[in-house]
Nanobody, 124 residues
């Protein structure tokens, strides 16, 4: 009964910032992948940023490096995505996902658990 609940989405102008949160429950793996994915209308779901808990490893899509930061709170039950210098092309539904560590942690098809999504809209 793993539950992931995203929050923090909204509408901002280009150059603005948002912080997305993912509250996780029922997930107690020692090593696991958690990540943020996004999907815009008519486009494929793409990885934005991932973190491998227990290995202190993070990976980012090239399009967001230097602008987005993925992190966990000190209790490791909340996944955060700080998004700065937002661009219109960042507009998408953003999904939090998690899975036991078993691969690259970068592909959507590796993830077993998903949140409901939170909408991010960036206007020019």
């Amino acid at each position: 009964q793993v539950q992931l609940v995203e929050s923090g989405g909204g509408s901002v102008q280009a150059g603005g910032s948002l912080r997305l949160s993912c509250a996780a429950s029922g997930y107690t793996y020692s090593s696991y992948c958690m990540g943020w994915f996004r999907q815009a209308p008519g486009k494929e779901r793409e990885g934005v940023a991932v973190i491998v808990t227990g290995f202190r490893r993070t990976d980012y899509a090239d399009s967001v490096k230097g602008r987005f930061t993925i992190s966990q709170d000190n209790a490791k039950n909340t996944l955060l995505l700080q998004m700065n210098a937002l661009k219109p092309e960042d507009t998408a539904m953003y999904y939090c996902a998690a899975t036991p560590y078993a691969g690259t942690c970068k592909a959507a098809n590796e993830y077993a658990y998903w949140g409901q999504g939170t909408q991010v809209t960036v206007s020019s």
